[in-house]
């Protein structure tokens, strides 16, 4: 079988991994001063931040269409037996719903509710990805496969600034934690398809993510060692590998990889946000 394997943008793997697994991407929609631009094609992450930091509103995101997603479908499945289709939790977007209606036209794609967000999409994605490569399953038996392991996706992130999130609304707790005062840097983590804080540190953001690490890795026997992922928005110089380093002394896992939050991701956490995504047994 030659299935194809495709994403919402949501899933924030850089282009190399993309590459490296043969993944097509659908942008969803930044709404920037009430003008839409597709993600990563239209807008970067830079781009957003740089307007806010220049005192613009704080940007908005959309979901994919379902005419955009049947565009989508009916372009990457030419050559293929069947596609399956990752999107967003869909407790947080539209976007499952509306590829779903558009995957009724079809008889060979299926659409995946990640339950998720950021690379713990895209962990997912890769696990399909590596599926399809041998060959052996069509497209129904990958994306059962992947929903099984769904579950046992471990997402969360230790946002530095406040004001993304409490702008945003997709974390349901934020609002109670109030401006930035006391210096709160909350954990926030994806529980059964939603953000909600799980945790809030205080202190300078090194030592604060030296903890998160460590708190949620260290003597940890329920996880798969076979690859994690850090995924940021910008930090300070040297961030990611203190946190790689933290990563090591804490578990062995055969591959770490580093991976930047894309546009729809970083306009709801803002900068200064690092997480650590990875799966259980």
Known sequence: MKIRITSDSTC????????????????????MDGKSY??????????????????G????????????YDDFFS??????????????????????????????????VQVVDSRNLSSAQGLLVMEAAELAEKGELDAAQIADRVRAIAPKVDASFCVDRLNYLRKGGRCSTVAALGANLLNIKPCIEVRDGNMLVAKKYRGHYDRV?????????????????KRIMITHTPVEDG?????????????PFSEILETEALGTVACHCGPHTLGILYIHK
């Open 57 to 68: 509103n704080l940007c908005s995101t959309a979901a994919v269409s379902e005419a955009d």
């Open 209 to 225: 993510l030296k903890e998160y690490v460590h708190e949620r890795l260290a003597g940890n026997d329920t996880l798969n060692l």
């Open 38 to 55: 597709r993600d990563q094609v239209d807008i970067t992450t830079d781009d957003i931040f740089a307007h806010v930091e220049a005192g």
């Open 75 to 108: 372009c990457n499945l030419a050559g293929y037996d069947g596609l399956v289709h990752f999107t967003i939790s869909s407790d947080m977007s539209a976007c499952y719903q509306n590829a779903c209606n558009a995957a009724k036209r079809y008889k060979n």
């Open 239 to 251: 961030i990611v590998e203190m946190v790689r380093q933290e990563i090591l002394a804490c578990q």
């Open 12 to 31: 924030d793997l850089t282009p190399e991994l993309l590459e490296r697994f043969h993944i097509t991407v659908c942008p969803l929609y930044i709404i």
